[in-house]
């Protein structure tokens, strides 16, 4: 069964301490891995789509990347704006996306 | 461009009751693709449409539920009767012309069954 499991559940940094969130994913035929941040009391919004094992993609103080097994999503000198939750889904062989869970990240003046 | 609309952003309702969701989605786009979003089960795909017609409705809970797309610009997802594990955001998604695309969601409608 395809499946997308994300680590950590939450996250507490300091502004300006750099992390790294996990997106391990198991999905038959990948036909993509999409980066989403969602705010409270709205929908997720897309960051990220990365395509091949290698392959990464910045903006601002993020950056994605994509193994054959995993995603990471680096948060550099993170600020208090980028407190969300933040999503990672793999399309399947037919392009529908299956979401992990979340990684809730605070980030703390 | 507004993005993906949705109506209405909330609605609370009595065990049993009918409950329509609406949905209207970025002009041009060809797919669309509803989810309910939970603590317990997070972000699940129910179903999508491609180019007005169901694709694939497997997420679909039971009978209970129903997803129309009449035209390119709307779509409704029905509750009837309603339960109170119905009770959860339910989003709708947009996506562009190629399958690898990514899907613009809406802000969603929180739904409580009472």
């Known amino acids: 069964e395809d499946q997308v499991t994300q680590s950590p559940e939450a996250l507490r940094l300091q502004e300006g301490e750099s992390s790294s969130l996990n997106c391990s994913y198991t999905v038959s035929g990948l036909r993509g891995l999409f980066w989403y941040r969602q705010d409270p009391g709205k929908g997720p919004e897309f960051l990220f789509t990365l395509y091949s094992a290698g392959e990464e993609k910045e903006k601002e103080r993020l950056k994605a990347t994509l193994t054959k097994k995993e995603s990471f999503l680096h948060i550099t000198a993170p600020k208090p704006e980028d407190s969300a939750t933040y999503l990672c889904a793999g399309a399947d062989s037919s392009y529908k996306l299956i979401f992990g869970s979340g990684t809730r990240l605070l980030v703390r003046p | 461009d507004a993005g993906v609309i949705q109506s209405p952003r909330h609605e609370v309702t009595e065990m049993g009751q009918e409950v329509t969701l609406r949905c209207k989605p970025i002009?041009?786009?060809?797919?669309l693709f509803w989810y309910r979003q939970t603590m317990m089960r997070g972000l699940e795909l129910l179903i999508y449409?491609?180019?007005?017609?169901?694709?694939?409705d497997s997420g679909m809970p039971e009978d209970r539920f129903s997803a129309k797309m009449p035209n390119a610009s709307f779509s409704t997802l029905k509750i009837q009767p309603s339960e109170p594990r119905d009770s959860a955001v339910y989003f709708c998604a947009s996506r562009g012309q190629a399958p690898w695309d990514e899907q613009f969601f809406g802000p969603g409608t929180r739904l409580t069954v009472l």
């Open positions: 002009s041009g786009h060809n797919s």
């Open positions: 449409f491609n180019n007005n017609v169901p694709i694939d």
